[in-house]
């Protein structure tokens, strides 16, 4: 079973424009990260939310937990070419999950265009 | 010094061979895990341990069978290997869990291909 439902599945985009990836799922979890994973190595963390409404702030990058702690979203302001590689979602804890795992969601795959 | 360091980092092997993929941290933590990512980017968790204990088993074959010999290393044993194992492994750890504001470590990887 899929928890965590994660759009867009690719996204194409040139230098300079802003788009938003959504992460979302009919579970509660009690945290949800963000990863970004660039070819041949692994995910790396970006950001934590725990707490409903939170929102964080990472340069260009904004993440929001929604307020129910079902589903969260990502922002990403005058996108870059580095900005490039698979962005992925993944939930802890909750309803949705357990404290010993990360639940992904399939991940969202960007490509800056120069 | 690399944080979760896993070996090898590429494996071809043949169906019906049995392979071995070690992991290692060096940050002090207490829960280690075993992910599989699919070809299509999908990562999985296969098990997780805490203090060498096997906290959960997702449903994973009995083929697979991991073990730790101590909190700082988990290694994957796979028996009678199929096509179907092709993937990539990641092994992870964090602090404590999942839980809060833990942050989980991962592994650059090891690219198990079956053929």
């Known amino acids: 079973t899929q928890l965590l439902e994660q759009s867009p599945q690719f996204l194409s985009i040139q230098e300079g424009e802003n788009l938003t990836v959504y992460c979302n799922s009919s579970s509660v979890f009690s945290s949800l990260q963000w990863y970004r994973q660039e070819p041949g190595e692994g995910p790396v963390l970006l950001v934590t939310v725990v707490t409903g409404g939170e929102v964080k702030k990472l340069k260009r990058l904004t993440f929001q937990f929604g307020d129910a702690r079902k589903d969260s979203s990502l922002h990403i302001t005058a996108a870059q070419p580095g900005d490039t590689g698979l962005y992925l979602c993944a939930g802890a804890g909750g309803s949705g999950g357990s404290n010993y795992k990360l639940t992904f969601g399939k991940g969202t795959l960007l490509t800056v265009n120069p | 010094d690399t944080a979760v360091s896993q070996t090898p980092k590429y494996l071809v092997t043949q169906m019906g061979n049995d392979k071995s993929i070690k992991c290692e941290q060096n940050?002090?933590?207490?829960?280690m895990y075993w992910y599989k990512q699919d070809s299509k980017k999908f990562l999985k968790i296969m098990f997780s341990y805490n203090n060498k204990e096997l906290i959960i088993n997702e449903t994973v074959p009995n083929r697979f069978s991991p073990k730790s010999p101590d909190k700082a290393h988990l290694n994957l044993h796979i028996n009678s290997l199929e096509l179907g194992d092709s993937a990539v492994y990641f092994c992870?750890?964090?602090?404590?869990?999942?839980?809060?504001?833990?942050?989980?470590?991962f592994g650059e990887g090891s690219w198990l291909t079956v053929v």
């Open positions: 992870a750890s964090s602090p404590r869990g999942t839980s809060g504001r833990n942050t989980i470590y």
């Open positions: 940050l002090g933590h207490d829960t």
